[in-house]
């Protein structure tokens, strides 16, 4: 009788364990977290392609009057079907204000302590970068101390921005108009 109870408890057991006709059990690996949770590192991230990556022009208005200065920055989206990674710091971030064929001014000809920062970009997830102060002047490397820069010509005139995050270069620029 004992013999025939064991026997009974072992099939049972074995029909739980193997479930004939159904699946296989999956038994999660706990013995790293009593809660079940994965504990793996997550995959390494991958690097954006520069063809996933949108980068756009943004300005704070349209149009400003005379005693008004542009506010300047970017949005920077990934277009792929992933997360990727990319260095969107002041090291790799460039506004390019122009008219016509001439450069008036560039983000970078008096930057101070340009610092990187890599961000996980997720698919269709535009970033906005924080905005930078055209104070309508020219610029350049050597006037970067210079109080008196040249104002740019104003009165109805148009300039367009440009961006760029390294190597990768908006689209299309934004037309602004200062009056």
């Known amino acids: 009788m004992v013999g025939v109870a064991l026997l009974a408890v072992l099939v049972i057991i074995f029909l739980i364990v193997f479930r004939p006709g159904g699946e296989t059990p999956i038994v999660p690996d706990n013995?790293?977290?009593?809660?079940?949770?994965?504990?793996e590192a997550p995959p390494e991230e991958v690097a954006c392609a520069p063809a996933d990556i949108l980068i756009e022009a943004v300005s704070d208005r349209s149009s400003y009057s005379s005693s008004q200065q542009p506010e300047l920055s970017m949005t920077?989206?990934?277009r792929g079907f992933l997360p990727c990674t990319l260095n969107v710091g002041s090291t790799q971030q460039k506004l390019v204000v122009t008219s016509g064929s001439e450069t008036y001014w560039t983000s970078t000809d008096c930057q101070v302590d340009p610092v990187d920062d890599v961000r996980i970009l997720q698919p269709s997830?535009?970033?906005?970068?924080s905005a930078t102060t055209w104070d309508r002047t020219r610029?350049?490397?050597?006037?970067?101390?210079?109080?008196?820069?040249?104002?740019?010509?104003?009165?109805?005139?148009?300039?367009h921005?440009?961006?760029?995050?390294?190597?990768?270069?908006?689209?299309?620029?934004?037309?602004?108009?200062?009056n």
Not at 31 to 39: E, F, K, V, Y
Not at 139 to 159: E, L, M
């Open 125 to 129: 997830v535009p970033l906005q970068t």
């Open 76 to 78: 920077i989206t990934n």
């Open 31 to 39: 013995t790293d977290d009593p809660n079940g949770t994965s504990t």
């Open 139 to 159: 610029s350049s490397a050597s006037t970067c101390g210079d109080t008196n820069k040249p104002k740019v010509p104003a009165g109805g005139a148009s300039y």
């Open 161 to 178: 921005l440009t961006v760029y995050v390294g190597d990768i270069k908006s689209e299309a620029t934004k037309q602004m108009v200062l």
